[in-house]
Nanobody, 121 residues
Framework: QVQLVESGGGLVQPGGSLRLSCAAS????????MGWYRQAPGKERELVAV???????NYADSVKGRFTISGDNAKNTVYLQMNNLKPEDRAVYYC???????????????WGQGTQVTVSS
């Protein structure tokens, strides 16, 4: 069994910064990709950033230059550094890690529980 635990969300003023973390634990055999999605009220979930095993990253246009994704494969942890936050960044942020476990030999996505980010003055 695998569990992903997120932390780091909260309330911040426009222009401020937050760092989200997502740590996976359990029967992890190998990871392939890590990423973050977000869902704002009344909107569909959207991809924010992803990092794959070779270190390549991809970002939503709306966060390029402001957000940075990084991963620590040894700790099975993914981070999202968010700078210059804007009110439109307000959303619930969900992490995911694509991995194989010792029980399930196929890659699949495992999700965190979500963490609220609010940007307001």
């Amino acid at each position: 069994q695998v569990q992903l635990v997120e932390s780091g969300g909260g309330l911040v003023q426009p222009g401020g910064s937050l760092r989200l973390s997502c740590a996976a634990s359990g029967d992890i055999f190998m990871t392939n990709a890590m990423g973050w999605y977000r869902q704002a009220p009344g909107k569909e979930r959207e991809l924010v950033a992803v990092i794959i095993s070779n270190g390549n990253t991809n970002y939503a246009d709306s966060v390029k230059g402001r957000f940075t994704i990084s991963g620590d494969n040894a700790k099975n942890t993914v981070y999202l550094q968010m700078n210059n936050l804007k009110p439109e960044d307000r959303a619930v942020y969900y992490c995911y890690i694509r991995m194989r476990t010792t029980v399930v030999p196929l890659y699949r996505d495992y999700w965190g529980q979500g963490t609220q980010v609010t940007v307001s003055s």
